[in-house]
């Protein structure tokens, strides 16, 4: 497994802007896919965003357009930005690498396809 820690969770007013980080080994921004998923209260985890070495990326389509993955390779750093935030957006947001995981067959949002994650930055957004 791969260490990852998150951060950047927050509670803003809707509307808001946050920008998650999550910090890990170097090599994992030159050949890993890494992701986003989130868990809201009471539901299932959901594929947040998706990128590979290449910057390719996937988005979950309700949030297209709102959210930003990307990543800094100097930094060794994976990055979501959240703008114009919703209180359905709260949730506590993860992110993930594998070394495969875009290679392999299935949805880009398929959490299964990754095996290192981190614990975590709690997001909340109120109304």
């Known amino acids: 497994q791969v260490q990852l820690v998150e951060s950047g969770g927050d509670s803003v007013q809707d509307g808001g802007s946050l920008r998650l980080s999550c910090v890990g080994p170097?090599?994992?921004?030159?050949?890993?896919?890494m992701a986003w998923f989130r868990q809201r209260r009471g539901k299932e985890r959901e594929g947040v965003a998706t990128?590979?070495?290449?910057?390719?990326?996937n988005y979950a389509e309700s949030l297209k357009g709102r959210f930003t993955i990307s990543q800094d390779i100097i930094k060794n750093t994976l990055y979501l930005q959240m703008n114009s935030l919703l209180p359905e957006d709260t949730a506590m947001y993860y992110c993930?690498?594998?070394?495969?995981?875009?290679?392999?067959?299935?949805?880009?949002?398929?959490?299964?396809?990754?095996?290192?994650w981190g614990q975590g930055t709690q997001v909340t957004v109120s109304s």
């Open positions: 993930a690498v594998d070394r495969l995981a875009c290679l392999r067959t299935g949805g880009w949002d398929d959490h299964v396809k990754y095996n290192s």
């Open positions: 170097g090599f994992v921004f030159a050949s890993y896919c």
């Open positions: 990128i590979d070495p290449a910057n390719i990326t």
